[in-house]
Each structure stands twice: as C-alpha cells, then as structure tokens.
C-alpha cells in the first residue's frame, strides 16, 4: 500500500473524512487507531495519515497514545486532518510537537469543520447547516488531496490567535480529567440492554452488569455510547433527553462495530 491512514472515531466523522480521502488517494489502507492496542504500530507505506475528531479543542488521549507507538517509524509524508466543530484552535500545532518527540515529522496538517456531536452543548444544528458542512468538507477533501499526492509540506492549521490561547489553557486543564468525566452518563428506562453503548466505545470504558452499562473511568467524551444507542436511552447530565442524538448518516453501526 502508498498510503496507510489511520483513524480515529466516535460518532463517525473522521471515518466519513477518513473513506473520502481514501477514494481521493486509491491504493490506501485504512486502519482504525482502536484496534491498534499493541506497544508498537509498524506500517510499510511511504505516506502515513492521521484523522482524528478535536476534543476540548486539542489531541484526544487515545491520538496522543497511538502516537508514541510510531515512534521509530519513518515515513516519507506524514499528514494529519483535525475533524472539529469549526474551532480547530492550536490542535495540530499540538499534535505536530507530539509527534516530533517521537521522531516524527508532520509534513501538513488540515482541518476540517464537521457537524458537532458534542451534545451537551445542544447538538449538531440545523440539517440545513449539517447538509452544508458535508458540502464543504467534500469541497476541502477535493482541494488538499491533490497536495498529500504530490507529498507538498505546508504549514498547519490553525485557529485565531485568541483561540490557540485561550481553549488550548482548557485543554490542559481538563485533560487529566476527561477520563472520569463519564460520572455524568446515565441511563433511563427505555434502556433494553442491547448492548450497543458497550460495544461500540472506542477505548473499552463500557462493562455490562445484568444488561445495564457501567462506565468504568476511561472515558474521552466521544459521545459513542450517548449518539448510537438505539433507544436513545443514554443521557449526560439533565439536558441530553430533549436534544437531537447525531452519527454520520453515511456512516453505519456495522460500519463502527468492523472497525473495533
């Protein structure tokens, strides 16, 4: 394989963005980062991407782990994407120190702005502007995929000054926190023990006790559990019952549960 692009997702964007450069590029293979659990990740490819979703406006810790098993690794082109909610903020200047402690270089680095399934702030938005932004995404995948091909290094993305500041002091607040910020899911009765929130964490933080979910304090906020269960039995905090639950809707629950 040209190319190996690896992944990381929750409700289904990145591996919407993932598939879309995939078709741009050919000959990729496609590797969920949930899958590689193992001290070191060995790939052959002279290009190595990596697309992932911004958590609290910086590298979610399942990204940050994956990347110290590269370390050795000696790409020819490295790129990355940062699917945000439209503020990418100081995410891939982040992630390109992270990787150069490991002995990697990012080549480029691009964002793009997806519809948010962060849904204790209220949800993805109108379908109209849902339907606009996977417009433009495919618009964006179309112009940078051109560039990975010819290996261009450029600068990375990033957002206002004001921003990288600001949310990127959030993100360093919070980051040792976020694994136990899962004391704020709950479920109600409509809840039939299907087991889907279980099955379909990225990081394994859900156990099942008698058909009901336990979240066991390795959470990343992800939202899988909360956006794909069925029943939509799942909530965070008080809010969550009233609000729209969003995955990608051209992305399946087979699709997910193959790429654990």
Request: a positive charge.
């Amino acid at each position: 394989m040209s190319t190996t692009l690896f992944y990381y997702t929750g409700t289904g964007n990145s591996f919407w963005v993932a598939r879309k450069i995939a078709e741009k590029l050919g000959d990729v293979e496609l590797c969920s980062i949930s899958r590689c659990r193992g001290e070191r990740t060995t790939f052959s490819s002279e290009t190595m991407g990596l697309i992932f979703p911004v958590h609290i406006w910086g590298v979610t810790g399942p990204v940050v782990r994956f990347v110290d098993t590269l370390k050795g690794s000696k790409p020819a082109y490295a790129f990355a994407i940062a699917v945000n909610a439209g503020q990418v903020s100081n995410t891939l200047v982040q992630l390109k120190k992270i990787m150069a402690v490991n002995g990697l270089d990012l080549s480029a680095g691009f964002e793009i702005p997806m519809p948010s399934n962060y849904i204790p702030w209220g949800g993805p938005g109108p379908k109209e502007k849902q339907l606009k932004r996977f417009e433009l995404a495919q618009e964006k995948i179309s112009r940078i995929a051109p560039l990975i091909q010819a290996r261009e290094n450029k600068p990375v993305e990033k957002g206002p000054f004001w921003q990288r500041i600001v949310f990127t002091a959030i993100y360093k607040m919070s980051f040792s926190h976020v694994p136990t910020m899962d004391t704020k899911f709950w479920f109600d009765d409509k809840c039939n023990a299907c087991e889907i929130c279980h099955k379909i964490c990225p990081v394994g933080n859900i156990a099942m006790d008698a058909g009901k979910p336990i979240w066991n304090h390795r959470c990343t906020q992800c939202f899988a559990c909360l956006q794909w269960c069925p029943q939509e039995a799942i909530q965070y905090g008080k809010k969550t019952p009233r609000y729209e639950r969003y995955h990608h809707p051209e992305i399946l629950l087979k699709d997910m549960l193959q790429s654990k």
